[in-house]
């Protein structure tokens, strides 16, 4: 992409294809022969890193979509059987989901990147703005992903987020239509959604091939923001910065396996494992992380069309980034101001994002309108500002000089330093919210379970036994009509066999039908059936409970969660820590109280529960001491009880938790000997170029 | 991508038999997707709606504009916040009318916007009166 290469195959059928499409050519000048400044950091491996993430979302995409239904009624099913019947359905699915976040977050370092050393100064400026529409792309393909598997996030993220665009005058209304292909979201929508989902990425694979080209004409920034000029600036792309990139892409690799194998959730929110209802909103609506800056933006204008102006603006003022900062020194490093500057903003941008995620109420909408305030100044009046104040330190005459000149002196710290502060600062915005946290009702006490951590298990006594608990108890009232009584047989479940699946299955009436008459007709379950569920609909089942449908069981320990707060979020990302659903499930089992405290008022046909979000639960208490009889001798009590059924809910929600976390220990030993590997290879491509 | 024909027909008038309703309860049905509320007010609502000093309202309108006249006690309403379209809660909110859980929207007992970020009243869908006990609304 760099002009006419000189570059030869000596294989006679490579040559007779390259002097018809010199393709061989062009891969060689722009892959292999192209000269890459010698003194780029790691922060430059975040390229190869975004095409990685790229390849891998198109290639996970389309295998999903092979066994997805694009259908209102459907897709919530369909991605749940993804997950539990297609072969490594679960694994696909998490590298699907999780790789979206972690494409924002390698996107992110880019971008901060190419801010930080001034990669969108003459000549890069269109470089740049090709990278901001790659942006916008990655952020509609995003939310649209987000919104197929047709929870209840999914819904109402979709409502919220297609709204804002009735805040256009005048046509508002009908472009929402338009959007929606109805009166409101729906079908239509999910549909289109999917049709654009699909498309969107390969848009975003042609205008990267722009942004390639674009970066191999202007030729890459380097830290020191001086153009190479000589052949001692440069060293050839392969194998220098080729080897470079696949460690730095391996040592991504290792983030993005922690989470697929063993966070999956994290980075979710609990409420898309209910099914989207467009009857009943979400208490708190939070879009996925990646987009919560820019929701803070538009949450803390009052006026809506403002505010929708403000949250677009905030993006699109990228694109005159090149123009707002008119300093002739290209990197911060040379820019003591700017520097600093720099990573105020970064800390702006992190609570901005922190606070997307608040509820907009009280000291949340004042800080969020002061930071709103700081992400525009600093584009509108720091950037220019500087440019005409402050004095850069000299840069050095080129990039060897910069590399030599480095080996004395390490000028690092200060990046440290400013990280330590925004994590203190975070710490800070933090402490005000865990003080609040404790709205509503108690938070549930944790639990030893055996399937937490790395190398978690399921019980297979307790599965055996929840499932007791759950056919002589539960069943009753909720469904389970995700498991099939094969299920029961599998590998990682209550290690049933396959004969007793299916005596198990047997004891059941299945309802089958129409036969030749027309008729349909009772038959004994097989193990492909699933769990039949206690009521034929859903208005069938809220009108048996006093108005409150009971929810059917098969995800409720992936679909109900409470709010860690700060810090423990964060620790949680380091002690693995995901079990939530499961503590709260076995604290609503046994948070039942006869004794209302005073100032708790029960409406009639409640009950008080000391877990359950507002107290008041229809559910009467479902268990007491010696209701069910275990065969094994253990303790008939209602802890125990909660306990062996919260185990047996967690593999209905996670059948497949085992194989994952085994799976990612292999992962984890390969990945981990490989980026030792690589990283030798490294040292050793460049021993002589440093 | 405008909706087709299929979409368009089923969002023709449906009818709702009021009867059943009493006074001070509310129910909600879906037309074209949306939830509409048609709550049967009380005497002490319909007074509250018709008290408040219409131009300090965010959005003034009065009471009378937003019901027909000679059925008062019916308040037909979309129910889907003005704010980001959420879905509000009857019988909620300081002004006995309608909270949004979303941002905090507070609606009357006309489903007038009272306080919190919603810049319009709940939109009356287009209905009348087929009979005293039947509306027909599209």
Not at chain 1, 372 to 383: K, M, N, P, R
Not at chain 1, 630 to 636: F, K, L, W
Not at chain 2, 36 to 64: C, F, G, M, W
Request: glycine share 8%.
């Amino acid at each position: 992409m760099s002009g006419p290469s000189d570059y030869q195959p000596s294989n006679p059928a490579l040559q007779w294809i390259e002097r018809r499409l010199p393709i061989f050519g062009l891969m060689h000048s722009s892959f292999v022969a192209y000269p890459t400044p010698r003194n780029l950091n790691y922060w430059w491996t975040f390229g190869a890193i975004l095409s990685f993430m790229l390849g891998m979302q198109i290639l996970t995409g389309v295998i999903l979509a092979m066994h997805y239904t694009p259908n209102a009624d459907l897709a919530f099913k369909s991605v749940e059987l993804i997950v539990r019947d297609v072969n490594y359905g679960w694994l696909l699915r998490n590298m699907h989901a999780v790789g979206a976040s972690m494409f924002f977050v390698a996107v992110y370092v880019h971008m901060f990147r190419g801010l930080y050393y001034g990669s969108y100064k003459e000549p890069r400026e269109v470089l740049w703005i090709l990278g901001v529409i790659i942006y916008l792309l990655m952020m509609a393909t995003g939310f649209m992903g987000y919104v197929l598997p047709w929870g209840q996030m999914s819904f109402w993220g979709a409502t919220v987020i297609t709204n804002l665009f009735s805040a256009v005058p005048y046509v508002g209304e009908s472009i929402v239509t338009l959007l929606w292909g109805g009166y409101s979201v729906g079908n239509p929508t999910l549909n289109r959604f999917f049709s654009l989902h699909y498309l969107l990425p390969f848009v975003i694979a042609g205008v990267v091939v722009l942004h390639v080209w674009a970066l191999h004409v202007a030729g890459q920034n380097n830290p020191d923001g001086v153009e190479p000029k000589t052949e001692k600036d440069t060293v050839p792309f392969t194998p220098h910065a080729t080897i470079k990139d696949m460690f730095g892409v391996t040592c991504f690799m290792l983030l993005y396996a922690w989470f697929i194998f063993y966070m999956p959730n994290y980075l979710g929110d609990a409420d898309n494992y209910i099914p989207a209802n467009p009857g009943v909103t979400p208490p708190h609506i939070v879009p996925e992380w990646y987009y919560l800056p820019f929701y803070a933006i538009l949450r803390s204008i009052p006026n809506k069309l403002a505010g929708v102006i403000a949250m677009f603006g905030a993006i699109i003022i990228l694109c005159f980034l090149p123009w707002l900062d008119s300093a002739r020194t290209r990197s911060s490093k040379y820019r003591p101001l700017a520097k600093q500057f720099f990573w105020i903003f970064v800390v702006v941008c992190i609570l901005l994002g922190y606070l997307g995620a608040q509820p907009p109420e009280g000291i949340y909408v004042v800080a969020g309108r002061v930071l709103t305030v700081c992400y525009f100044a600093y584009f509108l009046i720091v950037l220019p500002l500087l440019a005409r104040i402050e004095k850069p330190r000299p840069v050095p005459n080129s990039i060897s000089d910069a590399v030599l000149a480095k080996t004395g002196s390490r000028s690092t710290p200060m990046v440290s330093t400013a990280i330590v502060l925004a994590l203190a600062g975070s710490l800070f915005v933090g402490s005000i919210d865990s003080a609040k946290a404790s709205e509503g009702s108690d938070t549930p006490p944790g639990n030893k379970w055996s399937f937490s951590g790395p190398f978690g298990k399921y019980d297979r006594g307790a599965l055996q036994r929840g499932l007791k608990v759950y056919k002589e108890v539960c069943a009753s009232c909720h469904g389970l009509s995700y498991i099939a009584f094969r299920n029961l047989a599998e590998a990682g479940g209550p290690g049933y066999s396959v004969a007793q699946a299916a005596a198990f299955a047997s004891d059941y009436k299945i309802k089958d039908g129409p036969n030749d008459a027309g008729d349909m007709f009772e038959r004994p379950g097989r193990p492909a059936d699933y769990f039949p569920s206690p009521f034929p609909n859903e208005q069938a089942a809220r009108a048996a409970n006093g108005g409150a449908a009971p929810p059917d069981l098969s995800l409720i320990t992936k679909a109900r969660s409470y709010k860690r707060g700060f810090p423990w979020f964060i620790f949680d990302f380091f002690t693995q820590y995901q079990e939530q659903g499961p503590d709260y499930v076995a604290a609503v089992l046994q948070g039942f109280e006869d004794k209302v405290p005073e100032g708790v008022t029960i409406p009639e046909g409640s009950y008080y529960n000391r877990y359950f979000p507002g107290h008041a639960i229809k559910m009467p208490k479902p268990l007491s001491d010696g209701q069910v009889t275990y065969d094994d001798g253990s303790p008939t009590t209602v802890a125990q009880y909660a306990k062996d059924v919260t185990t047996f809910l967690m593999w209905t929600a996670e059948p497949h938790m085992e194989a994952r976390k085994s799976l990612g220990f292999q992962v984890f030993v390969f990945l981990i000997i490989f980026a030792g590997l690589m990283y030798f290879t490294k040292k050793k491509v460049w021993a002589d170029s440093h | 991508m405008n909706p087709d024909a299929s979409t368009i027909a089923a969002g023709a008038p449906i009818e709702v038999d009021l009867s059943p309703i009493a006074e001070g309860q509310d129910i909600k049905v879906f037309w074209r997707g949306k939830p509409i509320y048609i709550s049967h007010r009380t005497k002490k609502q319909i007074d509250e709606a018709r008290a408040v000093n219409v131009a300090s309202l965010p959005d003034p309108q009065t009471d009378e504009a937003r019901v027909k006249s000679g059925h008062e006690q019916w308040l037909v309403v979309i129910g889907i916040c003005t704010h980001l379209g959420c879905i509000p809660i009857a019988h909620e909110g300081n002004y006995d009318g309608f909270f949004c859980p979303c941002h905090g929207s507070q609606y009357d007992s006309s489903g007038r916007i009272r306080q919190g970020p919603a810049p319009l009243n709940l939109p009356v869908p287009p209905y009348q009166f087929v009979s005293d006990t039947k509306i027909q609304i599209g």
